[in-house]
């Protein structure tokens, strides 16, 4: 079966997420902005109640276009320090330059935060760190956190230059629709992307996907993990919805 993530804007959406059958969620704020970093206090809440779900927390420091100022990603560098302390699994980060290129150097930062953590988590699990002083034994996580580059892809103007540089810098995934409105409009995208990843990082299909599309979408393009929102309006909110996660998951198995 493939896998399913799904976004979450809010702790009502965590739960219905989980309710429907979700292992895995991106989590955010303000999805109405089209996603910023949720505040570190939810993910402490959703590690407390849900120990076993996979957290993927995304980090934007703001809206709009993902052209970043110096000052903006040590903004999100020290955004990722926190949600990497509140026990995250994945961190989804994305920038890029004014000419539509990613931002190797911002990237590199970003990833840089994980990739320390990561390190000083594996040596402080080792024998050699936990015999000399158990005391201050840091468990960290129990694998290492991922990286997902998020749809910022979707804007880049040389979109498999874009997928070199996301490999280079050792991210984990890319988030995307294909460059398309919807997974459906960018399938042929998708499906050379996941060719030319060739197996060196993961696509992963996002935007517009619905319990009648998403096995399509996974036939057409051969990826095996898929992202929705699976969300309904209720009270002007916009929420997860528990019977469209079961549904996605069920048309996916």
Known sequence: MAL???CCGNLESVDAAVAGGARRIELCSALEMDGLTPPVEWIREVRKR????????LVRSRAGDFVYTEEEVETMAAQVEEALEAGVDGI????LTAGGDVDVPAMERLVQTVESYNLAAELMRSDLC?????????????????I???RAFDVCKRPFDALEQIIALGCDRILTSGQGATVV???DMLRELRKRAAGRIIILPGGGVTPRNAGRILAM?????????????????KVTSAAKVAAILNSIE
């Open 221 to 237: 393009t051969g990826c095996t993990e898929i992202h929705a929102s699976a969300s309904e309006t209720l009270d002007g909110k």
């Open 130 to 146: 936990h015999a000399a002083n158990d005391s201050h034994f840091f468990p960290g996580p129990s694998k290492r956190v991922s």
């Open 50 to 57: 849900y120990p076993s779900l996979i957290i993927h927390v």
């Open 4 to 6: 399913l993530e799904v």
């Open 185 to 187: 409009e960018g399938s």
């Open 92 to 95: 989804v980060i994305g920038c």
């Open 148 to 150: 997902t580059f998020h």
